[in-house]
């Protein structure tokens, strides 16, 4: 049985995991990243492989990128309902043309982006003395906050995810919380960063969660 994935007009013909590919899958993630989800995702998983493999495979160089003549005038039509513009039929083929380049690329990162996000929903996370001792000392030395053990050990489960997802799953939070300790140490004290790694999206996740809870003690 096949199970037919639509994106716009394509079909990708996915065939529906068997049992074997199914408990395959299940003890990879599991001797690979220590992560056990259950069958229903790892059905998940599976399809979204499969859908990425096609999206690889259709974008590979050398692909088509051949633009027929109804496919223009289709598009054409699609711009002038939605858009309300009247464009030229080889305008209409020049944008159909960058969109067969762009849609793969998108269609590639969010397939990757959901596959991530269900390994990172499942991953348990231990909390050790030392990330919350790091993450303390990040506290008080950039942001002058204390929290107390429950916030604390929300913040680093928030952290903890925010890391795996953003950056992958082989990194960790201790590392990440040590070139943010010596960032906010190089702030403080005017120095330069000199190809320090900021973590941006961490960094950004952090100050939007530090300021959640400020907002709610005031």
Not at 53 to 71: L, Q
Not at 96 to 116: F, M, Y
Request: charged letters at 35%.
């Amino acid at each position: 049985m096949k199970k037919s994935n639509q994106i716009g007009k394509v079909d990708l013909n996915i065939t529906k995991p068997t049992e074997t590919e199914i408990k395959q899958t299940k003890k990879l993630v599991k001797d690979k990243y220590d992560i056990a989800i259950p069958k229903s995702d790892v059905i998940k998983l599976i399809n979204l492989v499969k859908e990425l493999d096609w999206w690889v495979k259709a974008d590979k160089p050398g692909s088509s990128r051949h633009i027929s003549e109804k496919m223009a005038l289709e598009f054409k039509e699609l711009v002038k309902q939605v858009k309300g513009m009247d464009i030229s039929t080889s305008v209409a083929s020049d944008s159909a043309r960058g969109l067969l380049v762009l849609v793969p690329l998108k269609e590639k990162q969010r397939i990757s982006d959901e596959i991530r996000a269900i390994l990172v929903t499942h991953r348990e996370i231990l909390l050790n003395p030392v990330v919350t001792e790091k993450t303390t000392e990040l506290l008080r030395l950039h942001y002058n906050i204390e929290l107390n053990d429950d916030q604390l050990e929300q913040l680093i489960q928030l952290l903890s995810k925010k890391v795996w997802f953003e950056e992958g799953l082989n990194e960790s939070l201790e590392k990440c919380l040590d070139d943010l300790i010596v960032y906010a140490d190089k702030c403080k004290r005017g120095k330069r960063l000199n190809g320090l790694n900021l973590h941006d999206k961490i960094r950004q996740a952090l100050d939007e969660a530090v300021e959640k809870l400020k907002s709610r003690d005031k």
